[in-house]
């Protein structure tokens, strides 16, 4: 258990951060999730337009340090090729 004060202070924002991030992460992967939903239905438009809201939260995501910044840009460019690969 921590004694100093700036330890204890540290604690809490560890927790504090933990549930931002934690917050986020699911916001991101529900996101992904809709995108990728969007494609095994073969809907094109609809993937595009789940596309564009996704990618911004993507990269924030990555900025922010919750995902790693290559990871993010992996799951982007495979997501935007699998789009432009639907038929439509």
């Known amino acids: 258990m921590a004694n100093h004060t700036s330890a204890k202070k540290r604690i809490r924002q ?3 951060r933990k ?13 992904i999730k ?15 337009g789940a596309l564009k809201i996704a990618e911004p939260q993507m990269m924030r995501g990555a900025q922010k340090g919750v995902f790693h910044k290559n990871t993010m840009s992996r799951k982007l460019s495979r997501l935007s090729a699998s789009v432009k690969a639907i038929s439509a």
């Open 34 to 48: 809709k995108v990728e939903t969007a494609i095994a239905a073969g809907d094109k438009s609809g993937a595009e």
């Open 19 to 31: 549930d931002v991030n934690g917050n986020r992460r699911t916001a991101i992967r529900t996101f």
């Open 14 to 16: 560890t927790a504090r």
